[in-house]
């Protein structure tokens, strides 16, 4: 099974969001790419108004800080404050990488919780279970589902397959489901971070 990991970027009215932001970058030892390929794409990470986080596993989060600094330095972060919750109930042994970058971040972090209006309209859904706060964001037809699937050759015939990351089997599938559903009912073009080439999914 094909299991890339992807970042999105998405520009609308003049402002540019960023969607994860994949593994750390830390030079010869890191294994991330985002800094390198937003290069290559003439983006500065300055640009970025804002950073939208599914949840916070080390290959979603990673690229928001390089060599101990944050990287995106004009940007707000938006995260789900269910995920945040979760993460610092953690034993510090578990949660450090989480507790750094939201240090380092300080007041640029914007927590919110369902129901919160997000810039442009951008609609937050709980997909809970993968992670306590697992949330996929719907922007206009496009829907950036995060890791509602690991192996969509797989999970798409068989959603109540579960990938060993999924923190809740049962709640991970019921929300793998759920989105699935939407994604047909309403026809809309659903992107993974987890999502091989061309990165998206949609139903005839």
Excluded at 172 to 182: C, D, G, N, Q
Aim: glycine letters at 10%; charged letters at 20%.
């Amino acid at each position: 099974i094909d299991v890339p990991y992807t970042c999105f970027v998405v520009e609308i009215g003049g402002q540019r969001y960023l969607l994860d932001t994949g593994f750390a970058d830390n030079g010869a030892a890191g294994t991330g790419h985002l800094h390198k390929h937003l290069r290559e794409a003439g983006i500065d990470p300055a640009s970025i108004d804002s950073v939208i986080i599914s949840h916070m596993h080390g290959d979603h989060i990673g690229g928001l800080m390089k060599d101990g600094k944050v990287v995106f330095t004009q940007a707000d972060i938006y995260i789900n404050q269910q995920e945040i919750d979760a993460w610092m109930a953690m034993p510090e042994e578990r949660n450090a990488q989480v507790r750094n970058t939201l240090e380092a971040y300080g007041k640029q972090i914007k927590p919110f919780k369902m129901g919160d209006q997000l810039p442009h309209n951008i609609q937050a859904i709980a997909a809970y279970g993968h992670t306590e706060g697992h949330t996929v964001y719907r922007i206009g037809k496009a829907l950036i589902a995060g890791d509602i699937m690991h192996g969509i050759a797989l999970q798409l015939e068989n959603p109540d397959i579960c990938a060993r990351f999924d923190g809740d089997h049962e709640r991970s599938i019921a929300a793998r489901k759920s989105i699935i559903e939407l994604v047909k009912t309403e026809q809309l073009r659903m992107y993974g971070m987890h999502f091989p080439a061309p990165g998206y999914v949609e139903f005839e």
